[in-house]
């Protein structure tokens, strides 16, 4: 027991420190960013009085946030208005169990990892509605169902473009995701899978409740939607939660089809040059920029009606990815290079071993 | 370790699964359904049914527990009627509870599921994914039973839709391609007028 607490148990929780605490200082830095970026595109300067150019605005703000009174509404839910905000928090941190930053750097290298993080995003949805119904507000309730609907339609189109990749990939695996994209940014899945790329990545802003599809909290209609009957910390839990959702979508969008920590000078004349580059920085530059693109569609975009949202999930999205996965499937069996001539041998290969393994457990069970 | 983690995860399912039938408050009955689901998904992770397990939690969790939270919290339920008639119910529930009982009894027991019956299923190779093997299975073995069933739910889904769309002609429907259409100059009038102070025409023009 005791070995199994100090080499099993303890390296774990050291690992899962090494990935929260950095997370956790993105977020607080995401923040820092969205208003100076936001700041910025409207010709105005962001904060700029806390520390050096604003640099400790975030901290001032967590401070600020830990020290104000919890308020707990009279008639709401009360055991259930504590644990919403925890059902928020807890999916979107668990989602980086599976996250492979590096050749090797991963907390869990599990074989159905796509699978883990749909499985594990879908559940954040919760936190959204439990606090909704807890609140006994009509405002609060609005926001809930909003959010509850919007997330279901959207993860349906988001799961048929992770299917796509999938498919290009012949692997569940995060790091084999990565790896079937070697060779240079032509490579890289967003060229083949490019309908299948955007679809992944708009419906990751809808799911994630960012502007333009922000109806969940949608300042001018509902006043702030599902959170509205928060405060203090509880209410700055469910911002935690939403910014690493925003995080992860980016680097997962990275990740599936941005080639991951892989160099984009991979296979050119550059490629020496920039080999002391650790695949780390790659990933993350990859994520800030598509986490720019989140700010950049809050400056630029007017929310969505609701009606519109529904139908751009619906009868845009869903049909798009059902028609690219048929043409991704055929650019697969056909070998049409230089994305599908590896990936398609691998799979092939796996074609055949499985098939082995099955009759053999066909004939154990019998 | 792996029998205390399943016994961990039983205790919590049976619990919750208890927890599910004797609630009050069906919100709080539908939170714990959904305890129950993601716990199940944790035994079936300890059998080595990764593919099994996600898929539960990604379907009944992630979408059918989200659809039917969402009914049940918009109904008004008033909980003194719902327990009315339970007097009136109780021996019709205690004789199907009896002869659910004894069905089970006379299936599940010993002689049939038993250890020396049943074997404990080998542990997997390194390398072995049942993903892909339930996919190879699915599309190749039971490919029609496979189709058959996408078929009826296919027939479900517009049979569920004929039923609640009813009166076609009344309803308020946005003709999405006339939206798209709109440009600026159909809704928008510039109309030109006098200024009332020619000289200061910034201010008097905004």
């Known amino acids: ?366 | 370790m792996e029998q205390i983690l399943f016994y961990c995860f039983s205790a919590v399912l049976i619990f919750a699964a208890t927890m599910v039938i004797t609630v009050r408050n069906p919100v709080r009955a539908a939170l714990f359904l959904v305890l129950a689901f993601f716990t199940s998904a944790g035994i079936w992770l300890l059998l080595e049914a990764e593919f099994l397990a996600l898929t539960l939690v990604l379907v009944y969790v992630g979408a059918v527990m989200v659809l039917f939270l969402f009914v049940v919290m918009m109904l008004d339920i008033n909980l003194s009627s719902l327990q009315e008639g339970f007097t009136r119910y109780l021996p019709l529930g205690i004789i199907v509870a009896a002869l659910i009982t004894i069905e089970m009894l006379a299936v599940l027991d010993a002689s049939h599921f038993g250890l020396d019956i049943v074997s404990a299923p080998a542990p997997q190779p390194e390398g072995y994914s049942n993903t892909k093997a339930i996919g190879l299975l699915l599309y190749t073995t039971y490919v029609y039973p496979f189709e058959i069933a996408s078929v009826i739910l296919t027939v479900a889904i517009i049979a569920a839709i004929t039923l609640t769309l009813r009166d076609t002609k009344s309803r308020k429907a946005q003709v999405v391609s006339e939206q798209v259409k709109v440009r600026a100059e159909d809704r928008v009038r510039v109309v030109k007028m006098k200024t009332s102070k020619p000289d200061n025409d910034q201010e008097a023009g905004s």
């Open chain 1, 1 to 366: 027991m005791m070995d199994f607490v100090l080499y099993t148990l303890l390296p774990i929780l050291l690992k899962i420190m090494l990935i929260v605490m950095p997370l956790m200082i993105a977020v607080a830095y995401l923040t820092y960013a969205e208003r100076k970026v936001i700041g910025y595109i409207q010709l105005r300067i962001g904060p700029n009085r806390v520390g050096p150019r604003g640099w400790l605005q975030p901290i001032a703000d967590a401070v600020k946030l830990m020290f104000k009174e919890v308020i707990l509404p009279r008639q709401s839910n009360l055991y259930l208005f504590v644990v919403a905000p925890v059902l928020a928090i807890g999916p979107a941190l668990a989602a980086w169990a599976v996250m492979p930053f590096d050749a090797g750097l991963i907390l869990a290298d599990i074989d159905a990892g796509l699978l883990y993080i749909l499985a594990i995003t879908s559940m954040g949805v919760y936190g959204v509605i439990v606090a909704g119904w807890a609140s006994n507000s009509r405002y609060a309730f609005l926001g809930a169902l909003r959010s509850a609907a919007q997330v279901v339609s959207y993860e349906i189109a988001m799961g048929f473009a992770l299917v796509g990749v999938l498919v290009a990939a012949g692997s569940l695996n995060l790091g084999e995701i990565v790896l079937g994209q070697q060779g240079g940014f032509w490579h890289w899945y967003f060229i083949p899978l490019f309908p299948l790329f955007v679809v992944y990545f708009l419906s990751g802003v809808a799911e994630t409740n960012r502007a333009p599809f922000d109806v969940a909290e949608g300042e001018s209609e509902i006043v702030a939607g599902f959170h509205v009957e928060y405060s203090g910390m509880a209410f700055a839990i469910f911002f935690l939660a939403e910014y690493a959702d925003m995080i992860l979508i980016s680097m997962l969008a990275a990740v599936l089809f941005m080639g991951g920590w892989l160099s984009p000078f991979q296979g050119t004349v550059l490629e020496p040059a920039f080999a002391w580059v650790p695949g780390l920085i790659w990933l993350l530059m990859k994520t800030s920029f598509f986490l720019f693109l989140y700010l950049w569609f809050r400056a630029t975009f007017p929310r969505y009606r609701y009606d519109q949202i529904m139908r751009l999930g619906w009868k845009v999205f869903i049909p798009v990815t059902l028609v690219w996965l048929v043409v991704v499937s055929t650019m697969q069996v056909m070998d049409i290079g230089p994305w599908f001539t590896e990936a398609s041998d691998l799979a092939e290969t796996m074609m055949v071993e499985p098939a082995a393994d099955v009759e053999q457990v066909q004939v154990d069970s019998l």
